[in-house]
């Protein structure tokens, strides 16, 4: 079993904490093997003091549904410390947020795709700790895709933004200890940072073959399935067709009310490791609430195979081409850009946008991006912690 580096730190009688005053960063998917919550350990740990928590968009407990819906911090009454909101007012830590802290543990999950923001919340509390000289101790845990596989456009300096602030690809292959390892060295923070590797975990592993609990790291990711599909399929976010928002298959299920489901599966039936199943929703919130969508459902049979990214593109392509006058992309704000398009922002750029336009392939924009994958690998090499 993979023992995550909250399960190691446990082991280890939080030995790195030792006599420091803690602040904690969470989400509702921040537990051991025994599903137990991190809050709860350090809450009644003797050798340190917990002090603060802090939680990441859609709450500290998971209970904000939508993009830009923000919360608000308070007093938790249970472990008598402030909870601070850092997808409020403020999207960092502010120095009242952190007097008095000699560390910050971070124990968030990541899906393994750029746009997921709680590595970027992770990222700015990181700078800012280390602009204040406080320690930062990073919990670390698998990426539930594997630590092998890449996929995905560059993000460009002129789109970055909170769903993308260091350039990565979509698909990264790395947890999220190693990427903040990777971009403390990289952008030369001057600070301390300890990584708690975990214990038997390989980078082969998706996360159903570590034989820890999956608990839903956000309100729309409630499956690995989901998690799966989730690095191309958010894509659909920037567009006007429903990502399955709204319905128990999030980012599995797509679909507009002015889709031919059938026409559709006749240019999705030849993609690698998929079965793609014309189907019918009506989503009870977000894009269409209430009105009856046609598209389809991705059932991924063979997942070393698949490539989430490419299967976005091609159904892009296809509704582009049967459907392009009444297909629409979304119109900012998203993720706090007011300018850019939020597709843009979500491809880290606005090429794969304009060669769709053009009516390029699915299969040319993706050739486009294959020596970037390859120099991302060699780039990364230096920072795996994990065989």
């Known amino acids: 079993m993979t023992l995550s580096g909250l399960d190691v730190l446990i082991e280890n009688n939080f030995d790195v904490l030792t006599g420091l005053n803690v602040g904690l960063l969470v989400n509702q998917a921040s537990v051991d093997k025994k599903l137990i919550h ?12 917990l002090k603060a928590l802090f939680g990441p968009q859609h709450g500290i407990d998971g209970h904000t549904q939508d993009n830009m ?11 008598q410390v402030p909870v601070y909101s850092l997808y409020g007012d403020v999207r960092e830590p502010s120095d009242a947020m952190l007097e008095g802290l000699d560390a910050v543990a971070i124990d968030l999950p990541d899906v393994g795709a750029r746009y997921y923001t709680f590595l970027w ?25 594997n630590g092998v596989s890449i996929e995905g456009p560059p993000l460009l300096e002129e789109y ?10 979509v698909r990264h292959g790395m947890t999220i200890g190693e990427l903040l390892f990777m971009m403390y060295m ?17 980078r082969h592993m998706w996360f159903d073959q570590t034989g820890l609990p999956w608990v839903l790291p956000s309100p ?38 002015y889709i031919d489901s059938g026409a559709l599966a006749e240019d999705l039936k030849n993609i690698d490791g998929l079965i793609f199943r014309p189907a019918s929703f009506q989503p009870t919130f977000q894009k269409f609430a209430q009105e009856l969508c046609f598209g389809g459902q991705l059932h991924v049979y063979d997942r070393e195979s698949f490539e989430s990214v490419f299967t976005a593109l091609k159904i892009l392509e296809s509704v582009l081409k049967r459907w392009g006058s009444d297909f629409k992309w979304k119109r900012p704000p998203y993720e706090y850009e007011y300018e850019k398009l939020p597709f843009d922002i979500l491809a880290g750029s606005d090429k794969v946008r304009s060669a769709l336009e053009a009516g390029a392939s699915a299969e040319d924009i993706r050739r486009s991006w294959i020596s970037y994958e390859s120099d991302f690998r060699r780039r990364r090499q230096d920072f795996l912690l994990y065989e």
């Open 160 to 169: 970055r933004s909170f769903v993308g602030l260091y350039p990565i690809p």
């Open 121 to 145: 919340t992770s990222l700015l509390t990181l700078k800012r700790c280390c602009e204040l000289g406080i320690k930062v101790v990073v919990l670390d845990r698998p990426n539930p895709l």
């Open 69 to 79: 819906i923000e919360w608000r911090g308070y007093k938790d009454m249970k472990f």
């Open 186 to 202: 990289e952008m030369g923070l001057k600070g301390s940072l300890t990584v708690v590797s975990m214990k038997n975990w390989r």
């Open 38 to 49: 991190a809050a709860t350990y350090f809450a009644s740990a003797s050798n340190f003091r």
């Open 220 to 257: 729309n990711m409630p499956h690995l399935d989901t998690a799966t599909v989730y690095p191309g399929m958010c894509l659909l976010e920037g567009t006007c067709l429903s990502e399955g928002r709204g319905t128990t298959r999030p980012f599995e299920l797509f679909g507009a009310p």
